[in-house]
């Protein structure tokens, strides 16, 4: 569709979408691509984290919890995010980590599919979700195993010992994006219940939970949802199963009620018994920064978008980086991949380095992936050009070729 | 010691803490004595937050995980609160809720004491220690049970049946202390575990888990920590028990390389496998700023004056309000107690509602408990004056008796 850095600029003229980029701080001359890993601040989180400081903890203390709303946070932000991933109000709570709120969901699953032993997943989902599903099968015996099959191999392996299907909707190191709806009534056909892992697409496309009839989801709320470093992640839970599934992760804020300071537990109605301990209410607070940006757009032309900016950097790389033994990871087709674009290449960790350095952001993801993740709302079509005539011309000198480059940090 | 508000003064005036009080926010004419419920921002917070969004996410963005030692936030902070209880570094992390947390330990401890079934506790913990303690009960099953006795019954309730001892050091409702050291002493003599919840003392007086020989302790991060509403809380494990304990919330920072993205679930040793998910960094940025507080001062002189502090409240409600049917929950002598006073009173509700209106910030607890607490670094022997003259005043002229005192807010 382009051809030149002007028709990018011209696509970025006309880009119904070019407006939201004004709502992030951005650093100038950088081009941002791992907005999959970590979104940029919305505009807002600075004023709002002072008042919140200032105001609301400094000010009226303790108070805050009844007067500002801190106590209903959760809730109030799942709600927002309930309208991002097509639940109804009371469906969804923002809180814990994603990893947390996997072990509740798991366990919640389980409670439900007392007699079967399996969780299903595939070999390349991001490991914390195995890693939960494996903890939670050890803790409960009883032959409880996490059974691992190939990303295509997902559907036949599904059976009558399939307690529950845990899948990452887009997968972090191949991008390829699974048929929420296709798998899920696939596991109903055979009796087994779905956690479905929305970190890599909630924000970033529509999604319909509910349409789906998925059972239980989790997302996070730091990549395509900008709610900061280590944001609270989010749990859904359909409607059905909030009277008849346990969480085993009981805490007082999940009680019928907290402040009665009871003995024994007793699980709140609805969404808030799968709340544990008390929220972390700054990054709370920058996390619904964050939602509120994405709910001011359309996500279908945010999805749009995405494909846009993901197909000119495909045909940017087929016209500039053919010659250089880089791997295409992310499928072609649109429907079949998320928002980021996966490039295998045996020097990929360098190649990301030195990109970065040239104020290119990507990441790698080890052995040999280097990701490039497309928000919409600040990302540009200038970015997919710049980024590619960047990439071409540290390929084409071999400027990754340099000790510094491969020097390994803590998080790569 | 004083029997007029210009001792008081003088008191202030020669305390060695007084200059503490500079580094908290506090409004102008308010008595703080809720900061066993939240602690007020110390005044390094707003700054801190605003170099976080705007310099270390908002321009290096993802490179700060690295660069800004996001990556080593709960373990360098872990390491500053173990400071403060008496572990050695590489003891202590801050991560997740006391909840979590709890669950995470409880398991641990579990996981070393597979042939006993009982878990031990006494009726008046605050309610979710005691909820964690059933759901992980019921989600083991084969047996396991969660035992409550009277809090004076502890230590001989503790038998060969006993996998884990679980108490919080001071009580939440009554301000009582447990002999941290006795107790674990008499838990290991019976072959027993324990799990110690320091949420009302850590920050407030000397705690000592190695010679006390303390196996597990959580705690929390919000009340004399100052750390932010819902601040991450901490948890502790002894250097024996992280060689052989495992806990279940198997997530990805706990894993030995979470970055190399295996398969399988392989712990971390020391440590960071009790970490689970990405830590919310805004909120741990706040936790730092609180404890950085607390560790430029004395626990000991920070203990002396929480005590004097009491015993001049004591004092004062003795000479003030008398007539009033006030009953004193908290034990009167100094080492049975934390830092906190509990008044029991049939209409503890509204009078702590009247008392709020005036300025003078406590709290209640159901059914009937008024809860005052002293944290030296900013509550002034004045403060403890001007208190007991408002309650006295609300008390003699029944100001508590309108029907605006009594309607319920969602967190009491």
């Known amino acids: 569709v382009a051809t030149n850095r002007e028709q990018c600029v011209e696509l970025d003229r006309r880009d119904r979408l070019a407006a939201a980029r004004e709502g992030f701080c951005l650093p100038d001359g950088i081009v941002y691509l791992d907005g999959n890993s970590l979104g940029p601040p919305p505009r807002t989180v600075a004023a709002r984290l002072q008042d919140l400081v200032g105001r609301e903890w400094g000010q009226d203390l303790i108070g805050s919890w009844n007067l500002h709303g801190w106590i209903d946070a959760p809730v109030r932000i799942g709600d927002k995010i309930a309208q991002l991933i097509g639940g109804v109000p009371g469906t969804v709570l923002a809180c814990d980590s994603t990893s947390v709120n996997l072990f509740k969901l798991l366990g919640a699953a389980l409670s439900l599919r007392t007699d079967r032993a399996v969780l299903l997943s595939e070999r390349t989902n991001f490991p914390t979700d195995l890693y939960v599903a494996e903890g939670i099968a050890r803790l409960l015996g009883g032959g409880r195993r ?62 319909d939970v509910a349409s789906a009839g998925v059972d ?55 969404i808030a018994q799968f709340l544990c301990g008390t929220a972390p209410i700054l990054a709370m607070a920058a996390l619904e920064c964050g939602i509120d940006c994405a709910l001011d757009y359309d996500l279908s032309a945010v999805r749009e978008k995405s494909q846009n900016l993901i197909d000119l950097f495909v045909e940017r790389l087929d016209a500039r980086c053919g010659a250089h033994g880089l791997g295409l990871v992310t499928p072609r087709e649109r429907d079949k991949r998320g928002s980021q674009l996966c490039l295998s290449h045996s020097e990929g960790y360098p190649v990301i380095q030195a990109l970065v350095e040239r104020g290119v952001i990507g990441d790698f993801r080890a052995p040999d992936i280097m990701r490039f993740g497309f928000a919409p709302l600040y990302v540009r079509y200038v970015d997919v050009w710049d980024a590619v005539e960047a ?16 020097r390994r940090a803590a998080v790569t």
């Not at 191999?153 to 296709?182: K, P, Q, S």
């Open 216 to 270: 239980f989801a989790v997302g996070c709320g730091y990549k395509y949802l900008n709610g900061g470093p280590g944001a609270p992640a989010f749990l859904y839970v359909a409607p059905a199963h909030q009277a008849t599934a346990h969480q085993p992760l009981q805490g007082w804020f999940g009680h019928a009620a907290p402040f009665a300071f009871e003995t024994s537990y007793r699980p709140a109605a609805g």
């Open 391 to 406: 990439l071409a011309s540290i390929l084409d000198t071999r400027a990754w070729d340099h000790p510094r480059y491969r």
């Open 146 to 207: 996490l059974e691992l099959v190939d990303w295509d191999e997902i559907e036949a392996a599904i059976d009558g010992d399939t307690a529950v299907v845990l899948l990452t909707h887009v997968n972090y190191r191949t991008g390829a994006m699974y048929d929420l709806a296709a798998i899920t009534a696939r596991a109903h056909a055979a009796g087994a219940l779905t956690v479905w892992d929305l970190a890599h697409s909630a924000g970033a496309m529509p999604i």
